[in-house]
């Protein structure tokens, strides 16, 4: 389709083959993707730049913990031989740049229209296209919607009373300012033991007079160990690049390369654990969880490394009491996403830090200095809010998109995400979901999901293209089977047992349901493929002139 151009001062009229929504890793290279099928794609993003979560989340500290040679696109063997990665955990700004460099590189922004949201989408079963609408009040029509919205992308903030009476500065860690935020002589409270917490926070209190962190859940979390990355690891990985890909794609659980010992944590004596374990912390990351094959199917082994980081906190943190809070005891080690660090649980040997446990006393109020919890009163310049996403559905339910019969997503899945393959929702036409609710996504090296998933979307459009057909959606026995398979394989796991965002429990309201797959990468990417070759079995295919799929 041509672009349209506006005749009058009505708002512009557009129109394109696809309209992709967020310039992330998914959106970018899904552009990419299209633009080599010869299509017209429009990239919407509500960020200034490219980047995604990279863009967003500049808080102190912030590095990917999946490590800088796999956290990147295998899709160009001259982009993965010439980018050189500095450290073994890239750091955010880095990770930015790459993620600029990729848009030059392929010539990507000139399709990409920045500082706009899409704020509805509305599929019109007669053209069989989607009608977007912009935040610049603009309406682009265009065959397919492919959503490359992120699954951690819906900052939120827990609704606590007198938020807005706070009189000194408030930051969320995934809405970061886009300047440099020194804490230098502040009293600062940070809310949240997750991840970004858990890098953010010995930063801060390196800077902080005096520094509070509010935990109401303990978090499991291992040592980075990051440095610098050799020149030889580099060479090394170069050397063979496209086979250790494929290999991660295929052979591994979670599309990371790691070896997993084929050996139950029970099959080993106490001391060839403790040796197993303790190796898992010298090497550091979220490879730990790979000490075994069976620390996620099994309790009594998980229990065992449960206790062994255990330990290593009581040996870290010289205070018991601080020790003993810091110890988690409410959930399996990894069914809440491992948090990978540095330096965090000596932190609390630092006098400028105190843990304040906000389980035994909930944050009652923030006040207009400080805030509230139990029955004490905490005096704070700065909060940062440490406190997550509305995760893999927030920034879908964000968009009010309308389906073939007029019904929205939301109400379509009030109840929980409903995906086939967490590709495509019955009723919906046409609307892609890079990386959605029921594939691997953050149970697996993103950038490694979201290139499977970008592949999966283009043949399949190719494929229609070839066949002149322009309607794609599953059927919803299909998407029931599917649905009915993800929550079976969970909870053979002992994932659903805490109570993390995966299972949307740290959302007041939201179902809980277990969101990702939990099949693993190479399982869930033979379905696919298995599927596209069946002529899309479990989907129904047509064009514009035949009748719409039941
Ligand atoms: P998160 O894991 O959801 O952590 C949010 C924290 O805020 C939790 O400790 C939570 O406590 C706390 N919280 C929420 N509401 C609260 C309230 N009303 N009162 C007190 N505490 C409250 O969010 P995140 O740390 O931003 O991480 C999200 C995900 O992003 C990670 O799991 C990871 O997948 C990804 N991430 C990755 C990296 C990396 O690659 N290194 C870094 C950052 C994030 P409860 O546990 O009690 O709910």
């Given at each position: 389709m041509d672009a349209l151009q506006p005749n009058s001062a009505a708002p512009a009229l557009r129109s394109h083959d696809a309209v992709i929504v967020g310039a992330g890793f998914g959106g970018l290279y899904m552009l990419h993707r299209l633009r080599g099928l010869g299509l017209s794609a429009r990239v919407f993003e509500q960020?200034?730049?490219?980047?995604?979560t990279w863009y967003w989340n500049?808080?102190?500290?912030?590095?990917?913990?999946?490590e800088s040679m796999q956290y990147s696109?295998?899709?160009s063997e001259d982009l993965q031989q010439d980018w050189q990665w500095s450290e073994r955990y890239a750091p955010q700004p880095e990770i930015l740049r790459y993620a600029n460099h990729v848009a030059d590189r392929f010539d990507l922004r000139r399709d990409i229209q920045f500082d706009?949201?899409?704020t509805a989408a509305r599929f019109d079963d007669a053209s069989g296209t989607w009608s977007v609408s912009t935040s610049d009040g603009a309406e682009t029509a265009a065959r397919y919607l492919i959503l490359a919205?992120?699954?951690?992308?819906n900052a939120r903030i827990p609704d606590?009373?007198?938020?807005?009476?706070?009189a000194g500065k408030t930051y969320h860690t995934g809405h970061w300012p886009h300047r440099t935020i020194d804490f230098t002589g502040q009293r600062v409270g940070v809310i949240g033991t997750g991840s970004s917490a858990i890098q953010s926070i010995p930063i801060i209190a390196e800077q902080a007079a005096h520094l509070f962190v509010f935990q109401r859940t303990a978090n499991f979390s291992v040592p980075a160990h990051n440095a610098a990355i050799s020149t030889d690891y580099a060479a090394s990985w170069k050397s063979d690049y496209a086979a250790r890909r494929r290999r991660a794609r295929e052979e591994t659980r979670n599309g990371i390369l790691t070896v997993v010992p084929?050996?139950?944590?029970?099959?080993?004596?106490a001391e060839g654990r403790r040796a197993a374990y303790e190796a898992g912390w010298a090497r550091g990351?979220?490879?730990?969880?790979?000490?075994?094959?069976d620390l996620l199917l099994n309790k009594e082994a998980n229990d065992t490394a449960c206790d062994f980081v255990r330990g290593k906190i009581a040996e870290i943190v010289r205070d018991p009491a601080v020790a003993r809070l810091l110890q988690p005891n409410d959930h399996p080690i990894g069914s809440k996403r491992i948090c990978v660090d540095t330096d965090y649980y000596a932190?609390?040997?630092?006098?400028?830090v105190t843990l304040v446990n906000v389980r035994a006393e909930p944050i009652e109020r923030i006040l207009p200095n400080g805030l509230r919890a139990g029955a004490k009163e905490y005096a704070l310049d700065a909060i940062v809010f440490?406190?997550?996403?509305?995760?893999?559905?927030g920034s879908v339910a964000k968009i009010d998109i309308h389906g073939r019969d007029g019904r929205t997503l939301n109400q379509k899945w009030v109840e929980g995400p409903r995906c086939h393959l967490g590709l495509m929702s019955a009723g919906f036409p046409n609307l892609f979901i890079i990386?959605?609710?029921?594939?691997?996504s953050v149970l697996s090296n993103m950038i490694v999901s979201i290139e499977q998933h970008v592949d999966w979307i283009t043949d399949c459009i190719a494929h229609m293209r070839a066949r002149g057909l322009d309607r794609i959606e599953p059927t919803v026995a299909a998407e029931d089977d599917w649905v009915a398979h993800v929550n079976e394989v969970a909870h053979r796991?002992?994932?659903?047992q805490a109570n993390s965002w995966y299972m949307g429990?740290?959302?007041?309201?939201?179902?809980r349901i277990f969101m990702p797959?939990?099949?693993g990468v190479p399982a869930y990417r033979q379905i696919c493929a298995e599927i596209a070759a069946n002529d899309y079995a479990g989907f129904s295919l047509s064009s514009a002139r035949q009748a719409t799929p039941a």
């Open positions: 960020g200034s730049g490219v980047g995604g500049r808080y102190p500290g912030a590095r990917c913990d999946v696109y295998g899709f706009t949201g899409v919205t992120g699954c951690l992308s606590f009373p007198g938020l807005d009476d706070f084929d050996k139950s944590a029970m099959e080993d004596t990351g979220i490879s730990f969880m790979s000490s075994y094959n932190t609390f040997n630092r006098p400028n440490a406190t997550g996403f509305d995760a893999m559905t990386t959605g609710p029921g594939s691997p796991t002992l994932y659903p429990a740290n959302i007041p309201g939201k179902p797959y939990i099949g």
